[in-house]
T-cell receptor
Framework: GAVVSQHPSWVICKSGTSVKIECRSLDFQATTMFWYRQFPKQSLMLMAT?????????EQGVEKDKFLINHASLTLSTLTVTSAHPEDSSFYICSARVPGTGDSYEQYFGPGTRLTVT | GQNIDQPTEMTATEGAIVQINCTYQTSGFNGLFWYQQHAGEAPTFLSYNVLDGLEEKGRFSSFLSRSKGYSYLLLKELQMKDSASYLC??????????WGAGTKLIIKP
């Protein structure tokens, strides 16, 4: 099956610093990747849709200048949390849409990155 | 507006059967997904339904009724490892997933 990796799996940073999270599709080309945030005991919240070679589409309420998304290639999308604050501490998950087969538009998820801002 | 409803928590016994229901309201519809998520981990794909009826995959089955905006996930022969959250997600006309809050399933011996 399709494999999506994410790096790092966890990170602790100081308030005011920036953190970059990488999402890679390992055995397929992903024209579309998604970035989610999940707080404890809550469902996934879509932050943005990342399309290769174009600007990301951000969901309402998500600051695009704070959460920088770059989808520079068909296998890599990055999320940079700039000037992180403790309230940004969360579980960040990326997913990639697998193209083709039956129009299922199935999404495969990376393992997630747990960010703690101190 | 778009909305997904599923129970917050369910409890079942090892070896038994449990049905997790999901109702949805979306702008357009391009299918219904079920994902399993263990605590601290990312979701993993379980099933996809776009046509009415039951799809069986081993111990797990998923049912869809488009006219009723209703789906369920059926888990048979429950095992302790099935303790997890089960997320229902409907895909709207823009092929965007609308997520439910998840159902936490607790399996007791």
């Amino acid at each position: 099956g399709a494999v999506v990796s994410q790096h790092p799996s966890w990170v602790i940073c100081k308030s005011g610093t920036s953190v970059k999270i990488e999402c890679r599709s390992l055995d397929f080309q992903a024209t579309t990747m998604f970035w989610y945030r999940q707080f404890p005991k809550q469902s996934l919240m879509l932050m943005a849709t990342s399309n290769e070679g174009s600007k990301a589409t951000y969901e309402q309420g998500v600051e695009k200048d704070k959460f920088l998304i770059n989808h520079a290639s068909l296998t890599l999308s990055t999320l940079t949390v700039t000037s992180a604050h403790p309230e940004d501490s969360s579980f960040y998950i990326c997913s990639a849409r697998v193209p083709g087969t039956g129009d299922s538009y199935e999404q495969y998820f990376g393992p997630g990155t747990r960010l703690t801002v101190t | 507006g778009q909305n997904i409803d599923q129970p917050t928590e369910m409890t079942a016994t090892e070896g038994a059967i449990v049905q997790i229901n999901c109702t949805y309201q979306t702008s357009g519809f391009n299918g219904l997904f079920w994902y399993q998520q263990h605590a601290g981990e990312a979701p993993t794909f379980l099933s996809y339904n776009v046509l009415d009826g039951l799809e069986e995959k081993g111990r797990f089955s998923s049912f869809l009724s488009r006219s009723k905006g209703y789906s369920y996930l059926l888990l048979k022969e429950l095992q302790m490892k099935d303790s997890a959250s089960y997320l229902c997600a409907a895909m709207d006309s823009n092929y965007q997933l609308i997520w439910g809050a998840g159902t936490k399933l607790i399996i007791k011996p």
